[in-house]
């Protein structure tokens, strides 16, 4: 298991930017491909963005794809989400998770099932 603790919410009009962070502790980081999730108020959580372990293959739902970018800093235990271009759409508590699974190097997964680590959540809101 790896303990995951997100950072970076917070309030943010429309248009702005915010970069969330997951501190990752435990076992060895690099070994998971990582997903970033979110839930709006009323509605089930959703799929937001996956990075493969390595850091070299990308996958993003279709409504943020140019605007939000995963990156992952191995050496330093580190994932990332740097969000752009924020819609009130977007306002959700985000989650970043561990993708239990074993996969290959470039392989990534969207399903919420083959997550089996979660951080505790951090809320974004996107004033219009």
């Known amino acids: 298991q790896v303990q995951l603790v997100e950072s970076g919410g917070g309030l943010v009009q429309a248009g702005g930017s915010l970069r969330l962070s997951c501190a990752a502790s435990?076992?060895?980081?690099?070994?998971?491909?990582m997903g970033w999730f979110r839930q709006a108020p009323g509605k089930e959580r959703e799929f937001v963005a996956a990075i493969s372990r390595s850091g070299g293959n990308t996958y993003y739902m279709d409504s943020v794809k140019g605007r939000f970018t995963i990156s992952r800093d191995n050496a330093k235990n580190r994932l990332y989400l740097q969000m752009n271009s924020l819609k009130p759409q977007d306002t959700a508590v985000y989650y970043c998770?561990?993708?239990?699974?074993?996969?290959?190097?470039?392989?990534?997964?969207?399903?919420?099932?083959?997550?089996?680590?979660w951080g505790q959540g951090i809320q974004v809101t996107v004033s219009s």
């Open positions: 998770a561990a993708d239990s699974t074993a996969r290959g190097t470039m392989s990534l997964s969207d399903r919420e099932s083959d997550f089996g680590s």
């Open positions: 435990g076992r060895t980081f690099s070994s998971y491909a």
